[in-house]
């Protein structure tokens, strides 16, 4: 929702907005590390540990807005480190990180 759409509702009496609920968003990860968009255009995506919930939760950044997050459950932790390690070692994507066609 574009803020001039928020403001509206909130001048047209719409308390609708106001039943959302928002994430405590930290600039940068207590438990984690930022990674730089090759870009260079103010994109990050930022890793971050969350042990109360077993997840590590990966957020896609522009300048201070978070645009998208992922929750990955600690048990697929492996599977993603499994591809990404597959990929550097063979220089080929590995068929489960393959697009279909």
């Known amino acids: 929702m ?8 909130m001048d047209a009496g719409d308390v609708g907005w106001q039943h959302q609920v928002m994430a405590e968003v930290t600039p940068f990860p ?18 971050s540990w969350h042990e109360d919930s077993g ?5 896609i ?12 459950d600690s048990s697929e932790a492996p599977r993603l480190l499994y591809a990404v390690g597959s990929a ?10 393959r697009a279909s066609s």
């Open 2 to 9: 574009a803020r001039s759409d928020i403001a509206g509702s």
């Open 30 to 47: 207590r438990v984690g590390t930022v990674f730089f968009d090759t870009r260079a255009d103010g994109r990050t995506l930022r890793l």
């Open 55 to 59: 997840t590590f939760v990966l957020s």
């Open 61 to 72: 950044w522009h300048h201070e807005t978070c645009t998208a997050s992922f929750r990955l």
């Open 88 to 97: 550097l070692a063979s220089g080929e994507v590995p068929p489960t990180l």
